[in-house]
């Protein structure tokens, strides 16, 4: 059974300790969350038994059955701490050197960056991680690595818009697309990564000039999230919304009707596919700086990309795997093969902060 620690705000206490106190406080907070915990008999000692124990912002039953394959396989027992992944990060600094944690699993390269420059995760050497990733996808120093992808794409009114007129992400800046493009803030990390990897393709002056031509094209002043924006393309309010992929994955097969309803009336459009690829980001994980089971932590990433993981770990967020080869969920074979800009995702990061002023000098909100 994997053991679950949930923690919100505050909470920074119960993962240290002594590890008889993490034991019944997990228990208590276990219960709290409505987590399925083993009996306090089967708890395992640290002294005795194998563990990992992982720091992750996922919190999907698939990853829990998956985590109980590799500890089947391997007998090492993972232990989950699940938070958001900003607050995983906070806690990783917070707890230094005294962090239980091994494994950082977290959302986009730039966060990833982020934990990295803080030096809160370690290289690590893998031949495993190394066949199983492509170069880009994964931190040239081997500080983290890609275990899901997915692409921020243009998806479409299907009733208003010829896919005919699409083509890059620089051709959204054309004035037929006035009172139209439907984008969330510029304090959201994936916009962030978008206009860093645009950096990376042409210098701060053309990306300057996108980034003014974008805003300038918006339908609304950029609010909500990427589902809203594709609601709003469903509400009429404007006909192209940028988004990640996975979150037509959830509209569309979503319990609400009107979600579904939203995510059937937009096309999927993969720009620059004559050019550099359509942006592609991760998410990852990280050997954290003080692993006490380092081993252990490798072995744990090293499985999720692994063949069977890679299909199961990506398909419960309706992401793409990193592993080349490895099959692809329904529905994202529906929206077809495409070309991803290889640029080196650790780019995203280092061109962060760069990104952040440029869109606080067009006044993108
Ligand atoms: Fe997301």
Not at 60 to 87: C, K, M, N, P
Request: glycine share 10%; charged share 25%; net charge negative.
């Amino acid at each position: 059974m994997i053991l679950n620690f949930k923690l919100s705000g505050g909470s920074g206490a119960l993962v240290r300790g002594s590890s008889k106190m993490k034991k019944i406080l997990a228990t208590c907070l276990g219960l709290a969350y409505g987590v399925l915990l083993p009996a306090c008999a089967s708890v395992p000692d640290d002294a005795t038994q194998q563990v990992v124990n992982v720091y992750t912002h996922r919190h999907y039953d698939t990853d829990q059955q998956l985590f109980q394959r590799f500890q089947e396989e391997t007998g090492i027992q993972v232990r989950v701490v699940s938070a958001g992944a900003d607050e995983l990060i906070n806690r990783l600094e917070t707890e230094g050197k005294d962090s239980p944690a091994d494994v950082l699993i977290t959302v986009d390269a730039g966060r990833l960056h982020r934990a990295k420059s803080k030096g809160l995760l370690q290289p690590v050497d893998s031949a495993v991680l190394s066949a199983n990733i492509p170069d880009h996808l994964r931190d040239p120093e081997g500080e983290w690595f890609g275990l899901t992808q997915r692409a921020r794409i243009i998806a479409y009114a299907k009733e208003r818009v010829d896919p005919a007129e699409l083509s890059t992400y620089e051709g959204l800046t054309d004035a037929k697309w006035k009172g139209k493009i439907l984008i969330r803030s510029s304090g959201n990390i994936y916009n962030q990564s978008l206009l860093s990897s645009i950096l990376a393709a042409h210098g701060p002056q053309e990306t300057k000039s996108w980034a003014e031509g974008v805003v300038a094209n918006m339908a609304r002043e950029p609010q909500g999230n990427d589902r809203g924006q594709v609601k709003a393309v469903a509400d009429g309010i404007g006909d192209l919304a940028i988004v990640n992929t996975y979150y037509l994955g959830r509209l569309l097969t979503s319990d609400n009707p009107e979600e579904r309803r939203a995510g059937e009336s937009v096309g999927v459009f993969f720009p620059n596919q004559a050019g550099r690829g359509a942006h592609v980001n991760v998410s990852g994980a990280g050997v954290c700086r003080h692993a006490k089971n380092r081993e252990n932590a490798v072995r744990f990433i090293e499985f999720l990309s692994q063949d069977e993981a890679q299909g199961t770990f990506a398909q419960a967020n309706f992401e793409y795997p990193v592993k080349p080869g490895v099959e692809w969920s329904e529905i994202l074979q529906g929206w077809g093969q495409f070309k991803s800009d290889a640029l080196n995702l650790a780019q995203l990061g280092e061109l962060n902060a760069e990104a952040v002023k440029i869109f606080d000098r067009v006044g993108w909100q």
